[in-house]
Structures are given as structure tokens and as C-alpha cells.
């Protein structure tokens, strides 16, 4: 029986699940080789908002930049990155060094996990060719590979590593077996087990396009009822009320973050290299990636309905990161509002309570009285908190986020100029 793991990666997915296992009785080793991150690991704190300091400084995990330790360890769990390059294209260079420096060091019989969210293919295809060619590994023989792909979903205060439902595919029975009696032993819910790695893979690249596409849906829709002069808002809420058969979801300035907007890609790109091309999952990407200059454009409108423009105004670009009340802005919205806002000459500032370092004010109340205008890109609590008090009469206020929506008519009647996403009538 294994009682002895390695989680490779200490970050968001890692280190949630090194302390869970650990938790649970499995002596954990949490492989890590940023400096920085394993220093603060190794002195007790935290470097993630969703773990506090004292569970890494109560745990009783040996955190280390060194793989040989893995010798000893029945099952190793891999966390790294498989974020996209700037032109979108998936990148599995962290996911391979992984891979290769994990299966270098693992003993015969031992069991390679990938939790790292990857697309139909990889570990078949890319890191079993890998771990075959550069070790005497022979995978389903002397190594297993399984696939349980990540579902952390940071800043949810109900659903954690130890309570989300899971799927798994491996290379083997064996594989799959041992994988299934580690994740049982940890995880209070449901683990599913897949047919292969690729159905395993293919679970996770589809649950978030799923959900990238249905933003896309709610974003064109945005755009076509401002048109007509309709609420989308509203009109989802009212879908909403039908108790079957639909699922909210609502427009905003952009889709950021680790997976939505990523995920899609893999699959897209996967798919091209077999001559199939997702025109439904690209065009979705294109509504989701066309929403901060969507609206900058709206606010460039209502200063030219007055004869002016954005050139030379202070616009306050409200939050950086790309979920409320998380300070994470990987793929952030935030960059192309910036972006737009200065192409069309406006003076940009911006305010983050979870990025003061990346901050122009100390506070809100110093960026809005140093400021003409704001968009609100991310609807943390202190932002969505703002009376119509705190803002001068005459002040603009584009919301990203349809977050003031209930208080429209207090900030009309402070004299503050208001328009939304789901309502850009200014
Ligand atoms: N967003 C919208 N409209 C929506 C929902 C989200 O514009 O209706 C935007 C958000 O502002 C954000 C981006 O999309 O910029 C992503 O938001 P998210 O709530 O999906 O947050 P994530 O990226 O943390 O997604 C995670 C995912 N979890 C995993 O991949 C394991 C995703 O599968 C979950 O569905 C999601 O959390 C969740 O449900 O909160």
C-alpha cells in the first residue's frame, strides 16, 4: 500500500493537495523549484490566497526542489502551468520538464498522476513517447500513467480539493486502480472512472469550453440588446426562473483566468492537427477576447455624444485581477482594457486591492478623486461597496460587471454619468 507521495507543483492545485493527503496520512514530499515560493514554503508561509500560513507551517510535508526523494514515493503527482503563449498556442514545456525530471527519479511499479490540465492526446501522445525515450521506463510495465484533471475553482468558499467530484483515465489497470484507491482514500465525493487518459483529458477541456462558450453567448447577446434597447441582465435573471434546463451565466469585460479562457485553445489546436476545425469554439474565443475594447468603445462614445473624447482624460481602470475578490491576474481582461483605453489617449490609472505594488493609489478614494472616469473590470467587494456618495458629481462610471446595476438610479440622481454592460444607455 502507498503511504509515501510526491505532489510536484506547490501552487493553487499543488499545495491544496499536498496538505489534504497529508491530512489524510500520507507522508507528502511537496517538490517545488521557484526559489522564492519554496522559501516561503519551507519557512512556514503561504504563497496562495486560498491557503493561510499556519496550514503550511502545522503540515507535516518535507518541501523540497529535490526529485531524488521521489525514489521513495509510490505515487507521483503532477501540478505545473499549462498556460498559452501569446499567440495563443498551448505550451507543455513546464508540464514535460515535469514529467521527464519526475519519471527519471520514480522506482519500478510506481504511479505518475497529472493533474495539469491538458488536451485529449498529450499524455498518450507527447509525455509517455517522453518518458519512454528518455528513461527505462516501459509505461503499463515498470510505470503507470494516470490523468485526473484539476477542478480547483479559487476563492470558492464551499467546493475544495477535498469535496469536488473527479474523473481519472490511465495507461493501465493498474494505473487506474491505484489512482482510483489514492483519490478515494483523500476525496470526499464522487471519482469516476474513464475508459482512457484521452476521455480523462478531453472531460476537463470541455467542461470549460462549456462554460467559455455560454460567456460568449451571454456577451453577443449583451451587445445585440444594447442594440434593441434591452436589459440582458435582466432578461438572464428572468431566464434564470426556469427551474430545468438552464444555467446563468452573465456578460462581462472580459473572460480571464487560468483555465476559460485557455483550455478552448488546446482543443482547438488539437483538433486543427487532425483537420478539424471548431469554428463554434473559436468564434466563441473572439466574442470573449473582443469584450474591453467593446467596452472602451462604449465609453468613447458617450464623451464624443458630448463633443469630447477620451484623449487626455484620467479614466480609473477598477481592479487587475480577473475574479472578484482573488488577487490572480493571469490572462486578466484588465491588460486589454488598459491597452484600449490607451490607444485612444486616455491617461490611465489603476486601482487593485490585491495589487497595490501594480497600483497607482494607496486607496480607492484617492483613485477616484484623482480621476475623471473608471471602468470596473473586476467586481471585488470594496469596489461593488462604493456609494454614489463617494463620487463626485459628473463623475463616469462605465461598469464591466453589471455590479451597480441595483444602485443605477442613486448614481443618476448624484449626478454620477452610469452605464453597464448589460445597459450602455448613458
Ligand atoms: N465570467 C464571465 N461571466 C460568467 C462567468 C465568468 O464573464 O458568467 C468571467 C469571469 O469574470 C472571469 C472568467 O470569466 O474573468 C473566468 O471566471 P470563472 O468563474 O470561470 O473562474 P475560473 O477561471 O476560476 O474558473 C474556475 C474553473 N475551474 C476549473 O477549471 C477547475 C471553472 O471550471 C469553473 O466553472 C469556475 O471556476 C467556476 O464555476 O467558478
Not at 476563492?155 to 491505484?178: C, E, F, M, Q, T
Not at 462549456?210 to 435582466?234: K, M, P, Q, T, W
Not at 490607444?343 to 490585491?354: L, Q, S
Amino acid at each position: 500500500m502507498v503511504t509515501k507521495i510526491a505532489i510536484i507543483g506547490m501552487g493553487y492545485v499543488g499545495l491544496p493537495l499536498a496538505l489534504l493527503a497529508s491530512r489524510k496520512g500520507f507522508d507528502v514530499t511537496g517538490i517545488e523549484i521557484d526559489e522564492k515560493k519554496l522559501a516561503k514554503l519551507q519557512s512556514g508561509f503561504s504563497p496562495i490566497d486560498d491557503v493561510a500560513d499556519d496550514e503550511v507551517k502545522n503540515s507535516k510535508i518535507t518541501f523540497t526542489p529535490d526529485f531524488d526523494l521521489l525514489r521513495e514515493c509510490g505515487i507521483g503527482v503532477i501540478c505545473v502551468p499549462t498556460p498559452v503563449d501569446h499567440e495563443k498556442n498551448p505550451d507543455l514545456s513546464l508540464l514535460k520538464k515535469a514529467t521527464l525530471a519526475t519519471s527519471e527519479h520514480m522506482s519500478d511499479g510506481s504511479l505518475i498522476i497529472v493533474e495539469s490540465t491538458v488536451n485529449p492526446g498529450v499524455c498518450d501522445e507527447v509525455l509517455i513517447p517522453l518518458i519512454e525515450s528518455e528513461t527505462n521506463h516501459r509505461v503499463g510495465e515498470t510505470l503507470h500513467i494516470a490523468h485526473c484533471p484539476e477542478r480547483i475553482n479559487p476563492g470558492d468558499p464551499k467546493w475544495h480539493v477535498g469535496n469536488i467530484n473527479r474523473v481519472l483515465g490511465a495507461s493501465s489497470k493498474k494505473g487506474l486502480n491505484d489512482a482510483f484507491d489514492f483519490y478515494s482514500k483523500i476525496i470526499d465525493g464522487e471519482i469516476m472512472k474513464m475508459a482512457n487518459l484521452k476521455e480523462a483529458e478531453a472531460v476537463k477541456i470541455v467542461e470549460n469550453s462549456f462554460r467559455d462558450i455560454n460567456i460568449a453567448f451571454v456577451n453577443e447577446l449583451a451587445r445585440s440588446f444594447n442594440v434593441l434597447g434591452i436589459n440582458i441582465h435582466n432578461v438572464i435573471d428572468g431566464a434564470a426562473t426556469k427551474p430545468f434546463a438552464f444555467m446563468p451565466h452573465y456578460p462581462g469585460i472580459g473572460v480571464g483566468g487560468h483555465c476559460i479562457p485557455v483550455d478552448p485553445y488546446y482543443l482547438i489546436e488539437y483538433a486543427n492537427d487532425h483537420g478539424f476545425d471548431h469554428k463554434f469554439l473559436k468564434l466563441a474565443r473572439q466574442i470573449n477576447e473582443s469584450m474591453p475594447s467593446y467596452c472602451v468603445d462604449n465609453l468613447e462614445r458617450f464623451y464624443s455624444r458630448k463633443g469630447e473624447s477620451l484623449k487626455q482624460k484620467r479614466v480609473l481602470v477598477l481592479g487587475l485581477s480577473y475574479k472578484a475578490n482573488i488577487g490572480d491576474s493571469r490572462e486578466s481582461p484588465s491588460k486589454n482594457v488598459v491597452k484600449a483605453l490607451e490607444d485612444k489617449g486616455a491617461i490611465v490609472k489603476k486601482f487593485d486591492p490585491f495589487f497595490l505594488d501594480q497600483s497607482d493609489y494607496k486607496n480607492l478614494n484617492d483613485a477616484i478623486s484623482d480621476t475623471q472616469a473608471a471602468i470596473l473590470v473586476t467586481a471585488h467587494k470594496e469596489f461593488v461597496e462604493i456609494e454614489p456618495g463617494s463620487m463626485p458629481s459628473g463623475y463616469v462610471l462605465f461598469d464591466g460587471r453589471d455590479a451597480f446595476l441595483s444602485k443605477k438610479d442613486a448614481f443618476t440622481a448624484a449626478g454620477i454619468e452610469y452605464a453597464s454592460i448589460s445597459d450602455v444607455s448613458m
